[in-house]
């Protein structure tokens, strides 16, 4: 890799920056000051930048509990973002695979590999998301049938994929999906006459949010939670 792009993908500091910092004079390999930019960094070589050891910062994947009020973006004028709750570097390289709606809570997994994430959100793949959904009118028990056959969404062509409903109580329920239509949950409670009033994400795939991680509150994914999507 050239140095230049080194020092990039291992700090906040872009191309024309890092290239002054070489200049400088700022940057050693090896304990040697290397100016050229163009300089190829082999593997087991030690680069410095103002004597501080520095290196790639490599695929990164996170889960995140989103509180109400928070949108799913990298950037917004108005609301706060899940990107923003991250006390990361180089947070301007992470995107969300599969986004939430601002009053909805629950699991965001967020990361930098393109290819894992669209396991995730692509409806071929099968990824299942799992929902508590709270109601405003009384759940029936034929919806579980319902919903496992497919319901039909305005100004959408032919039914969901079947759905999982599992009825909680009266009011409450968890649903699975393995799509990720605009508002497909409050849409497919809509459809049957229904009105969501609270909706909270807790799985995706087989990667389970922490009871105990709190609203707002973030941590790395394990190895076995990457593999599992």
């Not at 301007?92 to 699991?107: E, K």
């Not at 999982?164 to 409450?172: F, G, Q």
């Not at 605009?182 to 799985?203: C, D």
Request: one cysteine or more.
């Amino acid at each position: 890799m050239r140095l230049d792009k080194f020092i990039c993908e291992s700090t906040e500091l872009t191309r024309s920056l890092a290239k002054k910092a070489l200049h400088r004079g700022d940057v050693t390999c090896n304990g040697e000051v290397v100016k050229n930019s163009g300089f190829k960094v082999e593997v087991g070589q030690t680069i410095c930048l103002d004597g501080e050891v520095i290196s790639v910062v490599g695929p990164r994947f996170l889960m995140l509990n989103k509180p109400v009020d928070t949108i799913c973006a990298t950037f917004d004028e108005v609301h706060p973002t899940v990107i923003d709750l991250l006390d990361i570097e180089k947070a301007n390289t992470l995107h969300i695979a599969g986004r939430l709606d601002i009053d909805t809570t629950g699991l965001v997994l967020i990361t930098t590999d393109g290819q894992w994430s669209h396991k995730i959100t692509s409806p071929k793949k099968d990824c299942g998301k799992c929902y508590l959904v709270t109601l405003v009118d009384e759940l029936q028990v034929s919806l579980i049938e319902t919903f496992a056959q497919g319901v039909e969404l305005r100004n959408e062509d032919g039914l969901t994929k079947p759905a999982v409903l599992e009825i909680i109580d009266t009011h409450t329920a968890r649903l699975t999906i393995t799509e990720g239509k605009y508002h497909q949950v409050k849409r497919m409670f809509a459809a049957v006459g229904n009105k969501v009033v609270g909706l909270h994400r807790e799985s995706v795939g087989k990667i389970v949010l922490d009871d105990d991680l709190a609203p707002g509150e973030w941590r790395f994914l394990t190895d076995e939670e990457v593999a599992s999507v």
